[in-house]
């Protein structure tokens, strides 16, 4: 009964300071055996280059100064997949998404940073153009919160002062303005830019382990990593709402599904679910490559 209640306290607690400031540490949210099997995982990845695969899990050609990103990461084996439904956040993310607790990891990566590297200012409640930023949309009322992007992002190494820490905007989740940082003419959300020195921003540093859980509409990104060897590593498993598709269209592998529990089955295939056909109808008729350029000429048809 003590202990009930004890996890009722913490919950209440890291309830009141994810609505305040639009995210909480959980210090030592994986153990040290965890962290080592996911750092022995990653290292053992062959090398590739952006672009190309490792299996199911997909090296992202994107910005080179963001580092390595391993996308579809769940793909990546048994220490990913615990993180699915990890202890630690599972309760907590499930409570702050809402959604009668139907999640879904809309993207899940590990990101591998070295000297120099760094990530640009993103996110915030509202966009430079005064759009809402429907990805992280933030509501709580009367206690119940309704959030449609939270983010887990996890420490594999310890990240200090000058590590290129993960930076955030306190409480920017609430705000009804774009950041003054994030508009203008020395705006730094554009790629290869960095939070540097950004108003009211605050690095998160942390222990191999630990872990930072925020909301996506709070603004982010890191500083740069001015250390002159080294790597940081993190990784981030973000859980949206079902109706929620994968960010990048990835669809979980049936070897994939037929290993997890039937939780953590559901909370990788709610956004990418088998097309629903009638019984005996083929799901693979085409091959990738036809239906990509089928829907790339449909698009190209709809521009004119
Ligand atoms: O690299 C970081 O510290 C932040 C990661 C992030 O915000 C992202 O990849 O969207």
């Known amino acids: 009964m003590a202990t009930e209640s004890s996890a009722a306290d913490a919950s209440a607690e890291l309830d009141f300071l994810f609505d305040l400031n639009g995210f909480v540490k959980l210090r030592q949210a994986l153990s040290a055996?965890?962290?080592?099997?996911?750092?022995?995982?990653?290292?053992a990845f062959p090398p590739t280059e952006p672009g190309e695969w490792h299996g199911r899990v997909h090296n992202q050609s994107h910005d080179a100064q963001r580092g390595v990103n391993w996308q579809n990461i769940t793909e990546?084996?048994?220490?990913?997949?615990?993180?699915?439904?990890?202890p630690s956040w599972i309760g907590h993310v499930g409570r702050w998404i809402g959604s009668r607790g139907s999640l879904y990891v809309d993207e899940a990566f590990a990101n591998i940073r070295g000297p120099g590297g760094a990530i640009n200012v993103h996110g915030g409640a509202v966009s430079a153009d005064g759009v809402l930023n429907y990805n992280g949309l933030y509501h709580c009322e009367n206690g119940v919160f309704s959030c449609g992007q939270v983010n887990v992002l996890i420490a594999l190494t310890d990240i200090g002062p000058g590590d290129g820490a993960t930076c955030?905007?306190?409480?920017s989740h609430k705000s009804n303005r774009a950041h003054p940082d994030q508009t203008?003419?020395?705006?730094?959300?554009?790629?290869?830019?960095?939070?540097?020195?950004?108003d009211g921003a605050v690095e998160v540093h942390m222990e191999a382990g630990d872990a930072v859980v925020f909301v996506d509409s709070l603004a982010h990104g890191s500083v740069r990593r001015t250390n002159p060897d080294g790597e940081r590593r993190i990784i981030v498993y973000r859980y949206s709402p079902s109706m929620r598709r994968s960010r990048f269209g990835y669809r979980p592998s049936a070897e994939l599904l037929a290993r997890l529990t039937p939780e953590r089955a559901a909370i990788v295939s709610r956004g990418a679910p088998p097309e629903?056909?009638?019984?005996?109808?083929?799901?693979?008729?085409?091959?990738?490559?036809?239906?990509?350029?089928?829907?790339?000429?449909?698009?190209?048809?709809?521009?004119?």
């Open 168 to 171: 955030l905007v306190p409480c």
């Open 184 to 198: 203008g003419p020395g705006r730094r959300d554009k790629m290869g830019l960095a939070m540097d020195g950004m």
């Open 33 to 43: 055996s965890e962290v080592a099997s996911l750092n022995d995982a990653l290292t």
């Open 276 to 304: 629903n056909l009638p019984p005996g109808a083929a799901l693979d008729a085409l091959s990738v490559e036809e239906l990509r350029a089928i829907l790339q000429r449909k698009e190209q048809a709809a521009r004119l």
């Open 76 to 86: 990546g084996g048994t220490p990913f997949e615990a993180l699915i439904d990890h």
